[in-house]
């Protein structure tokens, strides 16, 4: 059964950083989709990075794009969301998240994703 567990979310002032980590047990699929998903109270899921594993291709949403990098360590089998110059806007849960094999990925459609970790806090103070 595939299992994803994060770790590394917290409390941080504005302008901070933080870096989320993904371990991923019994995931056997290399061509496939990971993505960090977040969700703030009273708000949808949204993805905010993705990465294809066959290709490392990448996918940002428009509030992240140059401040979040999204990374993979296919020996470790862990996928990193590396976020810098946090903004309180950023304030959510933090969900990694992943798919079977598959040629292309999905963006911000979570129902695609049948793999979740249980989320990790991420809160940011001005």
């Known amino acids: 059964e595939v299992q994803l567990v994060e770790s590394g979310g917290g409390s941080v002032q504005a302008g901070g950083t933080l870096t989320l980590s993904c371990a991923a047990s019994?995931?056997?699929?290399?061509?496939?989709?990971m993505a960090w998903f977040r969700q703030a109270p009273g708000k949808e899921r949204e993805e905010v990075a993705g990465?294809?594993?066959?290709?490392?291709?990448?996918y940002y949403a428009g509030s992240v794009k140059g401040r979040f990098t999204i990374s993979r360590d296919p020996a470790k089998n862990t996928l990193s969301l590396e976020m810098a110059s946090l903004k309180p806007e950023d304030t959510a849960m933090y969900y990694c998240?992943?798919?079977?094999?598959?040629?292309?990925?999905?963006?911000?459609?979570?129902?695609?994703?049948?793999?979740w970790g249980q989320g990790t806090q991420v809160t940011v103070s001005s």
């Open positions: 998240a992943a798919t079977g094999t598959l040629s292309w990925c999905p963006h911000n459609e979570s129902a695609k994703y049948p793999y």
């Open positions: 019994e995931y056997p699929f290399h061509s496939a989709c």
């Open positions: 990465l294809y594993t066959g290709t490392l291709t990448t």
